[in-house]
């Protein structure tokens, strides 16, 4: 039997895009409830959610936070999380800690881009959906217009369960269409209450074949009956409340809250993780007195408090002051004290059970995705599906002293951010970061001069292109160099040729009678090795090529393994200006998400990159296209889609081969230094 604590539990995440009033919407949830003597505002800075330095000065949320209030016998756990897409990492985790999103559509801008993008991810991970649509005191708004633009682009199931008196800044109030009053206002705008109230009944009974078949046959369902079939109807998509708001007037916000508490599935009704133990995937009772499983949801690295872990309970208790155990390494961690977490503030509590939320101070080796459970245990739950960055730039310093902490400051930016990749590129020696946007990088390094006092300068990355060659070529060099005392020398005599894309080199020992002593090839291949690593041409690493040592000459006193490797070097230069040099470029598999509309202006595009399509496929009202292009033609894709298309295209790339560069176009290809820089003479 499920606790009762557990049953109270409304756990929430406020998703949708940016500027819909979702933080504002929080302020006037915690005022109603009595958690804040007065609402704060976000353009004042005063908001109990957006309390990072960085959301303050720009106004708009960037990490998602943790608040709670009671409601009506209810336990409030309410995430807000950031509506832009540059910050879509943030609100992902949220989904996985929470059995409802609350979807906030504005009333002016209506469905954005990121309103499909949290509405699909919290489809994908099982959550009941609800849509509000807040700021509709806004001027120049058409409620009718939005409502049936939600059901065309969400689906019919999409229902009203109440609509506001009045639109825009005439608008005086909100009226119930479960419970409509005896006559209706005027100025009712959305539709007939009564018919909306039918459709809803209608959708919810579905979730229920016994329901279904009474409410045919009766043509009624009780008030009790109804109570228990809509938490099951959200969870199963039969049905998607909408509900009108104003946070800035606090129209509406009372009865969203009534509608959560009385509806909203708690931990018990809502969508059921699962993981595993060892080789077996379970279900996670939300027990108390189960085995303690929970994961983590979100960190936060302060340069004065330290790193603070928050993480979601979805099975058993855990006390303060114990240990857990994290098998992603397979150690346990001793925790300290458990914290609640409201904003910014904390306080400390005992325990924390089934379905509720919590943070912990101090643990380093736990990050954002990890299971947590007691020692000698192996559950496993699922990774926490993050979107794949795809906006780099490289970095450097700008001070030269701090070259040694840069590297630690940029990784606890991405502890905290799991659509934050730093890597250090072993072919380009830059130090690159990955993220979401451009606007998602330049907030990482903000913080990173904020917290770490760390200014860096930014590049676009240096692209790894290769150097090859197209034909057969040979070459014969004599290194000999006498400066007073024992000389060098060394001749070798070499064939090259082109093997199969992707090959990479293969050395041939073909001397025959000893021309090249034996204790000297050795140092021909690492010679020949050397320069293919450094580059032959522009300093790129030579790939593709089959190299065979035929012939050559020693001395009996001054030939030595340095003085061949040398000869190595030289002889493969001259042999590969001989065979055809050609440049090979990283070419991306990129698949591009758009309306249909944007179809000519994107291919298009392509084509003027020098893009090949490769198919289209369509998914709803949205085509996908999927194409290769050159990765010098994408470095900044990111925000000429964005401009092109308005931020309503996404897109996903990865790396799919190398190809050769154009001859027209080899002259762009900057020089990398390396083996071509200078002759390499010893």
């Known amino acids: 039997m499920a606790s009762p604590e557990v049953q109270r539990l409304r756990n929430l995440s406020l998703v949708g895009h940016g500027s819909t009033g979702k933080t504002s919407l929080t302020e006037t949830m915690l005022f109603k409830a009595g958690a804040v003597k007065r609402r704060g505002r976000v353009e004042e800075g005063t908001t109990v959610a957006d309390h990072d330095a960085e959301e303050k000065e720009r106004k708009f949320s960037i990490d998602a936070a943790l608040v709670h209030f009671p409601w009506k016998g209810k336990e409030f756990q ?30 002016h801008a209506g469905v954005a881009v990121n309103t499909r993008k949290v509405w699909e991810l919290a489809g994908a991970e099982g959550l009941a959906r609800i849509l509000v649509v807040n700021r509709i005191d806004n001027e120049n708004v058409s409620l009718e217009e939005l409502l049936a633009s939600l059901r065309e682009s969400f689906g019919d199931r999409c ?6 008196i009045g639109q825009g800044p005439s608008v005086s109030g909100i009226v119930s269409a479960l419970a409509p009053p005896a006559s209706t206002p005027a100025g009712v705008v959305g539709g007939d209450l009564a018919e909306w109230r039918q459709s809803f ?56 809250l009534d509608f959560l508490a009385a509806y909203a599935p708690s931990p018990v009704e809502g969508v059921r993780r699962r993981a595993k133990k060892g080789d077996e995937e379970v279900a996670l009772e939300p027990d108390p007195a189960k085995p303690f499983v929970a994961q983590v949801f979100k960190s936060v690295t302060d340069p004065f408090v330290g790193k603070m872990t928050y993480f979601r309970v979805f099975s058993g208790t855990l006390e303060s002051n114990t240990a857990i155990f994290n098998p992603r390494h397979g150690k346990p961690e001793r925790i300290g004290n458990l914290l609640q977490v409201q904003g910014k503030e904390t306080k400390n509590i005992e325990r924390v059970g089934a379905g509720m939320m919590a943070a912990v101070a101090k643990v380093e080796n736990v990050a954002i995705g990890d299971t947590l459970c007691p ?81 860096v300068v930014t590049h676009v990355p240096k692209i ?112 590969m200006a001989g065979a055809g040099p050609v440049f090979l470029e990283p070419v991306m598999n990129l698949e591009i998400t758009t309306p249909s509309r944007f179809m000519g202006d994107i291919t298009g595009d392509l084509n003027s990159r020098r893009g090949r399509i490769q198919g289209m496929d369509s998914i709803g009202n949205v085509q996908v296209i999927k194409a290769t292009v050159p990765l010098a033609e994408v470095m900044t894709y990111s925000t000429e889609l ?37 002759e390499d003479e010893e």
């Not at 229902?159 to 506001?164: D, E, H, T, Y």
């Not at 000389?487 to 990479?504: L, S, T, Y």
């Not at 931020?647 to 990865?654: N, Q, W």
């Open 78 to 107: 309410v995430l807000d999380a950031p509506g832009y897409p540059d910050f879509l990492g943030a609100a992902t985790a949220t989904l996985r800690a929470v059995e409802t999103a609350v979807v906030v559509v504005g009333a």
């Open 159 to 164: 229902i009203p369960v109440n609509l506001p």
């Open 201 to 256: 009944i209608e959708a919810v009974v579905e979730a229920d074949d016994t329901a279904l078949e009474k409410y045919l046959g009766e043509g009624t369902v009780s008030d009790d009956e109804f109570q228990a079939l809509l938490p099951r109807a959200l969870v199963a998509g039969k049905v998607t409340p909408v509900l009108f708001t104003s946070a800035e007037k606090d129209l509406g916000v009372a009865e969203l």
């Open 375 to 455: 020692e000698k245990t192996s559950w496993q739950m699922p990774p926490i599906p993050f979107p794949r960055p795809m906006v780099s730039v490289s970095v450097e310093p700008k001070s030269r002293a701090d070259e040694q902490k840069i590297w630690g400051s940029i990784l606890k930016i991405a502890d905290e951010d799991h659509t934050f990749l730093p890597r250090r590129d072993a072919e380009t020696h830059e130090l690159v970061i990955t993220g979401l946007s451009n606007l998602h990088l330049d907030v990482a390094l903000h913080r990173l001069k904020r917290r770490y006092q760390l200014e």
């Open 464 to 575: 790894a292109y290769r150097e090859t060659i197209s034909r057969k070529s040979e070459a014969r060099y004599r290194h000999k160099k006498q400066t007073g005392g024992r000389g060098q020398f060394g001749e070798v005599a070499i064939r090259i040729e082109p093997v199969e894309r992707g090959k990479g080199f293969e050395f041939v020992d073909g001397v025959v009678g000893g021309s090249v002593p034996n204790q000297f090839i050795p140092a021909v291949e690492k010679g020949i090795r050397e320069i293919l690593e450094k580059g032959a041409i522009k300093g790129y690493r030579v790939v593709d090529v089959r190299v065979e040592l035929w012939d050559g000459k020693d001395h009996p006193v001054d030939s030595s393994e340095q003085a061949f490797k040398t000869a190595a070097r030289m002889a493969f230069r001259q042999a």
């Open 642 to 678: 964005r401009s092109m298309t308005g931020g309503e295209c996404s897109y996903s790339m990865e790396f799919s081969h190398y190809d050769v560069v154009p001859s027209h176009m080899e002259a762009k290809i900057p020089s990398a230094g390396g083996a071509a820089a200078a």
